[in-house]
């Protein structure tokens, strides 16, 4: 398995294990039922070592995912897919676009 990066500083990433990151919102006036029926994704949480800034990777599928409509394209140094107007990829830290 290739290293993961931290897209803020580069560092290395870090692998703290998987949980369950709930959705929803919390209510004032319906307390956490909202959140509670929105569901919670599995997600694999990964930390910097160097700016301690945490990632998250969703396991497995979403059930109904929308595009978001930007374009993807593969990163020329590392593969990885990104968004065409990313000027730094994501995956690597690599710059993409020239200023």
């Known amino acids: 398995m290739r290293q993961k990066t931290c897209s ?3 560092g290395r990433l870090q692998s703290l294990g998987s949980m369950e990151l709930q959705k929803g ?3 004032a006036l ?6 509670l029926l ?3 994704l599995d997600v694999d949480v990964l930390c910097c070592e160097r700016c301690k800034k945490l990632e998250f990777y ?3 599928e979403l059930d ?3 595009p978001d409509g930007i374009a993807q394209a593969a990163c020329p ?3 990885d897919m990104h968004d065409m107007d990313d000027a730094v990829c994501p995956h690597c830290g690599r710059r993409l676009m020239e200023l």
């Open 8 to 10: 803020a500083c580069g």
């Open 25 to 27: 919102k919390y209510s």
């Open 30 to 35: 319906l307390g956490s039922l909202p959140q």
């Open 38 to 40: 929105s569901g919670a």
């Open 58 to 60: 969703l396991l497995g």
């Open 64 to 66: 109904a995912e929308e």
């Open 77 to 79: 140094y590392c593969g």
